[in-house]
């Protein structure tokens, strides 16, 4: 009988084909997704503060909520990927899945519930995002680690001030019987903020990490001097996440 294991998604070009800040953006305003990489490619904002300020401005151009919806509802979840997941739970009932992602709330329950998938996730771990009631085409977006906030992280990898991705694994860990009582963790992740919480696991664990994006460079010149221990094994396609 196998032990239990821990499933940790991220969730843009890892558990979905797209990044879901980006997507909203290029369904509705090709003005707005040039504002998006404009101020990103500008340094180091930080990014639910980027959209958040796009969205306010998406709202006032006069897009509606349920164009966003929309826009949601049809961005890419690789079949694979539903099969992977759905197949996984089926065949071993022992796994845990949580998402560990600096998207935002909304857009990731928008997407799970179009796809039948609210259920699979124990825990989604992301920045906070809600309906503005005073003006209800507009979506706040806002930080998993708010400005005011008396505890911002200290992590040293180069995670983004909102969100220490090693960190949060370690808290929703130590939550949830520690490290030890899993006995694998496997993480799912592309980007360069997915690598922090890969040097929190051990060497039985897995990191799946997908070809052509930002994690795996840093895994080929960071890994070594970092002492990551955990095997990695790389994707490009959702099917391969489901072998
Ligand atoms: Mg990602
Ligand atoms: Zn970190």
């Known amino acids: 009988m196998p032990g239990k294991q821990l499933v940790v998604f991220d969730f843009d070009w890892s558990f979905v084909d797209q990044d879901t800040d980006r997507f909203v953006l290029e369904v509705l305003s090709t003005k707005l997704r040039r504002k998006l990489q404009t101020i990103k490619s500008g340094g180091s904002q930080c990014t639910p503060d980027v959209v958040a300020e796009c969205m306010i401005d998406l709202a006032n151009d006069g897009f509606t909520k349920e164009q966003v919806l929309d826009a949601l509802r049809v961005l890419p979840l690789h079949p694979a990927m539903k099969r992977a997941v759905t197949e996984l739970q089926k065949r071993s009932p022992d796994t845990t899945f949580i998402c560990l992602s600096n998207s935002n709330e909304i857009y990731i329950d928008t997407i ?7 259920d ?3 825990n989604i771990i992301t920045n906070p995002a809600h309906w503005d009631t005073s003006s209800p085409n507009t979506l706040l977006v806002g930080r998993l680690i708010p400005k005011d906030s008396p505890n911002q992280h200290t992590c040293q990898v180069g995670c983004l001030v909102n969100m220490c991705k090693g960190d949060e694994l370690e808290k929703w860990l130590a939550l949830n019987g520690g490290l030890e009582a899993f006995e694998k963790v496997v993480y799912v992740g592309d980007g360069g ?3 922090c919480p890969l040097l ?3 060497k039985q664990d897995v990191c799946l990490v997908r070809k052509g994006y930002e994690l795996e460079g840093r895994i080929k010149s960071e890994a070594q001097e ?13 099917w391969e996440i489901d072998e």
Not at 226 to 238: D, I, M, N, T
Request: hydrophobic share 45%.
């Open 112 to 118: 799970l519930k179009h796809h039948g998938l609210t």
């Open 200 to 202: 929190r696991m051990r």
């Open 120 to 122: 699979l996730f124990t």
């Open 226 to 238: 970092k002492g990551l221990k955990a095997e990695v094994v790389y994707w490009s396609a959702a």
């Open 193 to 195: 903020n997915d690598f």
